[in-house]
C-alpha cells in the first residue's frame, strides 16, 4: 500500500494535468514526488527552497490571481514557521488555498522536536474558517484531497500522517461516521484520523460508541449530539494525534444545554527528548490501546461489557 503523501503527489500531479485552475507550491520537501509534474507544468509547479514563509506568501499570491493553490511541507514548517504569513496573506486577504502536511506530531522522530507539530491543529483554531481533514488511510486521504481541491476558494488544511488504519471508511469531506453504536447513555469516543483502529482496539467488548472523524473542523457537533440524545448526561472522550484537549471546547459547545463531561486524550505538552518510534512515541502519550482502554473506562465510569 501507497502511503498518504505518495497518495497526495500521485493525485495531485493527475489533477495539474486535468484543472488549468491548480497549482502546487513546494519548499523542497517533497519535490521529487512532483518531477514529471513540474516538467510537464513549470508555470504551476513552483519550488521555492528551504523559505517556508516565502512557500505561503506566493500561495496567497497565486490564490490573489486566480488560482487554486496548494502548499506542502512538514507540519512545522507549514503551520507553525510561517504562521504569520497564514494569518495575513490567507485569512486577512480573503483568499483561499489548500495547505497540506507531512509529519503530523511525531512520524520521524529522529528529526527531533523542530519535525514535530502536535499543536498544528489547535494553533489554526485561532484563526477564522478553516476546513480541517484528517484522514486515516491513503484512500481517505485521496477522496479528502479532492474534496480539498474542488471547494472553491475556502481555506483547508489536509494533516498527512505516517500512521494509518488497516482499511478505510467511506468519509465525505463531511461529518462523523458512527462506526460502533453502544446502549443507550452509553459513553461516546469519538476517533481522530489514524487514530481509529486503537480506539476500537481499546473499546472492544465495552459498551460504547464510537464516533470516526476524519473531517474535525468543521466540528460535527449534531452527530455528537445525537449520540447521546437518549442519556440525561454524557460522557464523551476525544482521542486526537495531536495535542490533547484541542476539541474538548468544540465538544462542549456542541454539549451546552446537555450536562456532560469532556476527555480530552492526545499528545501531551512535555516534549519526549528520545528519537525512539512512532509506537513508542504513541505509548508514551497514552495512545496506544492497552492505556486508552485504561484511561476511557477510569474515566467512564458507566462503561461496561458490551450487551451480548
Not at 453504536?181 to 469519538?190: E, K
Request: no cysteine; net charge negative; glycine share 12%.
Amino acid at each position: 500500500m501507497d502511503t498518504m503523501r505518495e497518495r497526495f503527489a500521485s493525485v495531485t500531479s493527475r489533477l495539474l494535468d486535468e484543472d488549468p485552475r491548480l497549482a502546487v507550491v513546494l519548499a523542497e520537501i517533497g519535490a521529487d514526488g512532483f518531477r514529471r509534474a513540474a516538467e510537464r507544468h513549470p508555470d504551476r509547479v513552483v519550488n521555492v527552497g528551504i523559505r517556508e514563509q516565502l512557500l505561503v506568501g506566493v500561495g496567497g499570491g497565486l490564490a490573489l490571481a486566480g488560482l487554486r493553490p496548494v502548499l506542502h511541507t512538514f507540519a512545522s514548517f507549514l503551520v507553525e514557521r510561517p504562521f504569520e504569513q497564514v494569518k495575513l496573506d490567507f485569512g486577512h486577504q480573503g483568499v483561499g488555498g489548500v495547505l497540506v502536511s507531512a509529519g503530523a506530531s511525531y512520524d520521524w522522530p529522529a528529526g527531533g522536536f523542530t519535525h514535530m507539530a502536535p499543536g498544528d491543529v489547535a494553533l489554526l483554531d485561532t484563526l477564522d474558517g478553516w476546513t480541517v481533514h484528517v484522514p486515516g488511510h491513503p484512500d481517505e486521504a485521496e477522496t479528502l484531497l479532492r474534496h480539498a481541491y474542488a471547494a472553491g476558494d475556502e481555506k483547508v488544511y489536509v494533516r498527512l500522517s505516517a500512521q494509518t488504519n488497516a482499511r478505510p471508511r467511506s468519509v465525505t469531506g463531511e461529518g462523523f461516521l458512527t462506526v460502533r453504536r453502544g446502549l443507550p447513555g452509553a459513553p461516546v469516543v469519538i476517533a481522530v484520523g489514524p487514530l481509529l483502529d486503537g480506539v476500537l482496539a481499546a473499546t472492544e467488548g465495552l459498551d460504547a460508541t464510537v464516533l470516526y472523524a476524519a473531517t474535525v473542523r468543521p466540528f460535527d457537533g449534531p452527530a455528537l449530539r445525537a449520540a447521546v440524545a437518549d442519556a440525561p448526561s454524557a460522557d464523551v472522550v476525544l482521542v486526537e494525534p495531536y495535542l490533547a484537549g484541542t476539541s474538548t471546547a468544540a465538544a462542549g459547545d456542541a454539549l451546552a444545554d446537555v450536562p456532560h463531561r469532556v476527555l480530552g486524550l492526545g499528545t501531551a505538552r512535555a516534549e519526549l527528548r528520545r528519537y525512539g518510534t512512532i509506537d513508542e512515541h504513541l505509548a508514551a502519550h497514552g495512545l496506544d490501546p492497552r492505556s486508552l482502554r485504561t484511561r476511557i473506562t477510569a474515566f467512564a465510569g458507566r462503561v461496561t461489557a458490551a450487551a451480548g
